[in-house]
């Protein structure tokens, strides 16, 4: 398995903390090592704005060293569209990622700086999470999305790696502005996907992957857009800690694989934590689309490898 979004930087992983409080020791660790244990060869980390990015990078440097399992790690560098106004606070020099005084190029230069140094030793996978969300536009007026989108393609430009891409609820908004600067970027991955089946088949015609996690299998007529997709062009996610497939989901008498968990207040070690998503799900994600695609899952998941390996440039 590829797992190409993982938000392992979530303090549920890295502190064992929930809603503000410890419940127990960090369990990254053991995160990783129950995903290689199913299969994880490749793991992306989601960093989603500027300090996100800079930790991302170190974590994954540090993990590198300590990890002895088969799994490899990456991350992102990029800022999420509901957070994109740490660009104008930046200008404003009201922001704490890029320093007092800096200005929004400024702060494009560094993610540029960040992710042509992450490039150089492979830690830097993708270029985001970025895109467009109308959905939580208390976070990010749309103005201020659409402003720093097009901007950030310069990261995908200067870099030429591929981009992790946000899709949220914003009609053709996303597709529009990729077509407009097709010569900003390469290749790339609309991740988390939950659209139509005509908005997929828009972005793969632009030589985009569709990535695919438990919100993307909710409802029957998310089912009816996966059975449309292209194998091909399908990537498989699980955008823990979040996105996990549940039982009230539509496809979720497709999932044969389970998992031991507690509530984190019980922690135990070597079992999840109940509502934490974690990698070691993807092996549901793929039960599921190879269920509504009436394909084994062993050829899906093959499939979907050779998609991602293919994507990031990877040898196999």
């Known amino acids: 398995f590829v797992d190409i979004g993982a938000n392992l930087l ?36 989601t960093a989603g704005t500027l300090e996100e990015s800079r930790e991302a990078i170190d974590r994954v440097r540090e993990l590198r060293q300590s990890n002895a399992t088969e799994c490899q790690l990456y991350c992102t560098v990029g ?14 020099g009201s922001g704490s990622g890029s320093g007092s005084g800096s200005t929004a190029e400024d ?38 999305q659409l402003k720093y989108f097009p901007q950030q393609l310069r990261l995908a430009k200067e870099t030429g790696l591929p981009l992790f891409l946000h899709n949220r609820n914003v009609g053709t908004d996303l597709y529009e502005l990729l077509v407009r600067h ?62 996990d497939v549940k039982r009230t989901h539509a496809g979720y008498h497709h999932v044969k694989t389970h998992f031991e968990s507690k509530q984190e207040k019980k922690y135990e070690r070597g079992l999840q934590v109940k509502g934490r998503n974690e990698p070691c799900n993807i092996i549901q994600v793929a039960e ?16 979907c490898y050779a998609n991602s390996l293919r994507l990031y440039g990877w040898a196999e």
């Not at 979530?10 to 369990?27: A, I, L, V």
């Not at 569209?81 to 740490?86: A, F, H, I, K």
Request: charged share 30%.
């Open 10 to 45: 979530d303090e549920r992983f890295t502190e064992g903390s929930y809603r503000g409080k410890q419940r127990h020791d960090p369990d990254l660790d053991d995160v990783i090592e129950r995903a290689s244990n199913i299969g994880m060869r490749h793991m992306i980390l």
């Open 182 to 243: 097709r010569d900003m970027w390469t290749s790339g991955v609309v991740h988390s996907f939950d659209d139509t089946a005509e908005l997929a088949e828009k972005f793969i015609e632009l030589g985009l992957y569709i990535g695919l996690n438990g919100c993307s299998l909710r409802t029957e007529e998310n089912l009816a857009v996966v059975k449309t997709l292209p194998t091909d062009k399908i990537l498989l996610e699980t955008d823990c800690p979040y996105c």
């Open 107 to 144: 702060h494009l230069e560094q993610l540029i700086a960040l992710a042509q140094n992450g490039k150089t030793d492979g830690t830097v996978a993708a270029v985001g999470e970025m895109g467009l969300d109308y959905d939580r536009l208390q976070f990010c007026p749309k103005e201020v």
């Open 288 to 303: 599921v689309v190879a269920g509504v695609k009436e394909i084994p899952v062993e050829e899906l998941i093959e499939t």
């Open 79 to 92: 800022v999420h569209p509901t957070r994109c106004l740490e660009f104008d606070q930046s200008s404003d």
